[in-house]
């Protein structure tokens, strides 16, 4: 755009002028540019813009400000130590990429040197795409920290985008972290400088530093996906948006929007597997975490560990997940999922669950503002082994309008955990029985072959019916005007939960079974079952995960 106060004779310069736009419509924008990084046979002088001309140095690419299209190459079969926190942003449609070249195994990013933050590491920038990286960093010391010596957040991939030092209110996007295989990270559970939950394998947080969760900034179009997190604390992988609102309520207008969390595989994490918090319109599917929870620390602001979980979020989608070995830490927790604080509108289907310490599934009711959570066609196997908690757990009451239909539950021989359990304040007190938190359980089928009770909300608004109770049938079993408690007659139920999501097909019922098509139906049901089967929204449905009549 040409300034006309700059212009004092503009007849004396017309000549000029049209020459100027002749030649800019020949005028193209800079090209991208593509890196190469070669830590045996760079060179930190060299260009850097060609295989042959390669940087060398972590250095030298963390003081490069990169632009929209632009690739960072790193030579595979190689190994760097450090942080790798390279400048800039990219643009819609054209992000910056960090990637490998040469064709060998992932080049390696070490951040054990650093004494906290992220071996890669974004910080206020938007556009950028990392894949294909193998990240560590472990200080080599015992860093969980306790009430006394606190530790330091550590992080193998950390994007943070942080109010304070921005200027508040920025929203930033773009933002996609894809088959990395990310591990060996010592994390703090007792942390000098974060919420614990907000340290670990993979981190996407914005505002961590925020008190009271009244930060300003967040974040759009986030994918973190098919990543290979293993043997990192605190957590596996972690989205966190800190401007929800006061600590009890939300403000969705407020929240990170479209954030994905699909196909990663977390294992043996030292808490949480799988958190998403302060986000909108968002989906995490098609995860597995096996066996978090293995460590915990007295001292520590968040001890416990929940397989996958989402917190003070709106209209979000959990399903085609599998979560198993959550251990309970301190005697809480443990569960393989969790519908928590202030999360509004939160359907978690299709989900399998199996052999966690502390059961299928917490829900946070009593305290916040949550409201309307729908669980249907998951199944459970063996879950709360610990015989702590229970398979199904209202935590401080019911969230208003909650419907759980058409869930599998198989409890084997030698469990004594409750089926349905209440913790905080019991079910015939406090919010567990305001009338204003209806509470639908409807279609399920519970084989009870261990000696667990039920715990069952007695709020007005609870209401069962249309559910099978099959095995040992204890005292406090729900009543059920439509109840059945006849063989579900299982296809080849297995006593010992299996491994995989697609290996299940034995807890499906078979032909003659008392479950077909003898359901309530459930106008808006989603429209499949567990296996992709069709589920009519008026035909009396089948009881359970499993659509007989498709």
Request: net charge negative; charged share 10%; aromatic share 10%.
């Amino acid at each position: 755009m040409f300034d006309a106060n700059s212009i004092s004779t503009r007849r004396s310069r017309v000549g000029l002028l049209t020459l100027a736009l002749i030649a800019g419509c020949f005028t193209t924008a800079a090209e991208a540019a593509t890196y190469y990084i070669d830590s045996v046979n760079g060179s930190d002088s060299a260009a850097g813009t060609s295989a042959a001309t390669a940087w060398q140095t972590l250095a030298k690419v963390s003081a490069t400000t990169f632009a929209a299209g632009d690739q960072i190459l790193l030579h595979t079969d190689q190994r760097w130590a450090g942080q790798l926190h390279p400048k800039g942003s990219g643009a819609a449609g054209s992000p910056i990429v960090i990637s490998s070249y040469g064709g060998g195994a992932m080049p390696i990013i070490d951040g054990g040197s650093l004494a906290t933050g992220g071996a890669v590491y974004l910080y206020n920038q938007q556009y950028w795409t990392i894949q294909g990286l193998e990240v560590v960093n472990n200080s080599g010391v015992n860093n969980v920290g306790s009430a006394s010596a606190q530790g330091l957040s550590r992080y193998g991939i950390y994007v943070d985008n942080d109010s304070p030092l921005n200027g508040g209110q920025q929203t930033y996007r773009g933002i996609t972290i894809q088959n990395n295989y990310v591990h060996d990270v010592n994390g703090c559970f007792a942390c000098s400088d974060v919420n614990p939950q907000i340290n670990g394998g993979i981190v996407v947080a914005a505002d961590p530093h925020s008190p009271l969760w009244h930060g300003t900034d967040n974040y759009e179009d986030v994918v973190i996906a098919n990543n290979l997190v293993e043997h990192v604390g605190r957590t596996g992988i972690t989205f966190w948006d800190a401007s929800t609102g006061f600590y009890l309520s939300l403000d969705p207008s407020a929240l990170s929007n479209n954030i994905t969390i699909h196909g990663n595989r977390v294992y043996n994490v030292d808490s949480d597997g799988i958190v998403m918090v302060g986000a909108k319109n968002s989906i995490m599917d098609h995860n597995i975490v096996g066996n978090a929870g293995s460590v915990t620390v007295q001292g520590s602001t968040e001890p416990s560990a929940v397989g996958l979980w989402p917190a003070r979020v709106y209209n979000v989608l959990v399903e085609y997940n599998e979560v198993y070995g959550v251990l309970t830490s301190q005697g809480v927790d443990g569960e393989g999922y969790d519908i928590d604080l202030c999360a509004q509108y939160v359907t978690l289907q299709y989900n399998y669950s199996h052999d966690n310490q502390g059961g299928f599934l917490v829900m946070e009711g009593g305290l916040g503002t949550g409201i309307n959570a729908t669980v249907r066609y998951n199944l459970s196997v063996n879950d709360s082994w610990g015989n702590l908690t229970g398979v199904f757990t209202f935590a401080y009451g019911v969230i208003p309008h909650t419907a759980i239909y058409n869930n599998t539950v198989y409890m084997a021989a030698g469990m004594s955990a409750n089926l349905m359990n209440c913790e905080g304040w019991n079910c015939t007190n406090g919010y567990a029985t305001n009338s204003y938190n209806p509470l639908s359980f409807q279609n399920n089928i519970i084989a009870n072959f261990g000696t667990g009770n039920y715990q069952v909300p007695t709020g007005s608004g609870t209401t069962l019916n249309h559910n099978l109770f099959f095995g040992n049938h204890p005292s406090g079993e729900p009543a059920d005007p439509f109840k059945i408690t006849s063989d579900p007659l299982f296809v080849a139920a297995s006593a010992t939960a299996p491994i995989g999501p697609g290996s299940v097909s034995g807890y499906q019922v078979g032909p003659g079974s008392p479950a077909i098509g003898s359901g309530a139906v459930i106008s808006n049901n989603g429209g499949l079952d567990y296996f992709g089967n069709v589920v009519s929204a008026t035909a009396v449905p089948t009881r359970g995960f499993y659509e007989a009549n498709h």
